[in-house]
Nanobody, 125 residues
Framework: QVRLVESGGGLVQAGGSLRLSCAASGRTSRTYAMAWFRQAPGKEREFVTAISWIGGSTDYADSVKGRFTISRDNAKNTLYLQMNSLKPEDTAVYYC??????????????????WGQGTQVTVSS
């Protein structure tokens, strides 16, 4: 089993920045591809960004390209999401996820079998 715990969420004004972290524990040898998803009130959970096991490749949703950066430190078993130029439409609960079988950066929720509890990000206008 793998446990994921997100942190770093909060309230920020539009144009501001936040850095989310996701700490993995347990069977971390099985944390391959990792990703961030988000879910706004009344909407379905959506893909934000993903990173491959070694970190050599990434994928981003069009809505966050150029503003968000995903990274990982495998020595610390931690995933990061640097969010800049935040907009009110970025308001959501952000979830990190990891796959125990997929190595590449995937945008499909079906590829990820471990999820964190989420952290709230609220961007005021």
């Amino acid at each position: 089993q793998v446990r994921l715990v997100e942190s770093g969420g909060g309230l920020v004004q539009a144009g501001g920045s936040l850095r989310l972290s996701c700490a993995a524990s347990g069977r971390t040898s099985r944390t391959y591809a990792m990703a961030w998803f988000r879910q706004a009130p009344g909407k379905e959970r959506e893909f934000v960004t993903a990173i491959s096991w070694i970190g050599g490749s990434t994928d981003y949703a069009d809505s966050v390209k150029g503003r968000f950066t995903i990274s990982r430190d495998n020595a610390k078993n931690t995933l990061y999401l640097q969010m800049n130029s935040l907009k009110p439409e970025d308001t959501a609960v952000y979830y990190c996820a990891t796959s125990s079988s997929v190595y590449i950066a995937s945008s499909s929720m079906l590829e990820y079998d471990y999820w964190g509890q989420g952290t709230q990000v609220t961007v005021s206008s």
